[in-house]
């Protein structure tokens, strides 16, 4: 059983920043590709950015692309996800989530995520 909690969220004016942090426990995230995604009011889960288990390759929402990159720390078993020119659209609870994979592509689908987060609110204003 992995548990994963996210941090970092709030409110940021448009064009501003935020790194969120996701810190798992139970097990090492070592072998675990790394998701985050986001859910605004009204609206479905969209999927953000991924990274394999290995950190080696990660992949982006189009939405997101040239403003938000992924990371991973296993030796501290958290994830980052840096978010930069932030847009009110960008506004939605985030979520992180943990698929157990040893792929050397990063695991897009939701539905293939075994484990989920709490969420963390981002904000953004106009």
């Known amino acids: 059983q992995v548990q994963l909690v996210e941090s970092g969220g709030g409110l940021v004016q448009a064009g501003g920043s935020l790194r969120l942090s996701c810190a798992a426990s139970?097990?090492?995230?070592?072998?675990?590709?790394m998701g985050w995604f986001r859910q605004a009011p009204g609206k479905e889960r969209e999927f953000v950015a991924a990274?394999?288990?290995?950190?080696?390759?990660?992949v982006f929402a189009d939405s997101v692309k040239g403003r938000f990159t992924i990371s991973r720390d296993n030796a501290k078993n958290t994830v980052y996800l840096q978010m930069n020119s932030l847009k009110p659209e960008d506004t939605a609870v985030y979520y992180c989530?943990?698929?157990?994979?040893?792929?050397?592509?990063?695991?897009?689908?939701?539905?293939?995520?075994?484990?989920w987060g709490q969420g963390t609110q981002v904000t953004v204003s106009s």
């Open positions: 990274i394999t288990w290995s950190g080696g390759k990660s």
């Open positions: 139970g097990r090492t995230l070592s072998s675990y590709d």
């Open positions: 989530a943990a698929a157990q994979s040893m792929s050397r592509v990063p695991v897009v689908a939701g539905s293939r995520y075994n484990y």
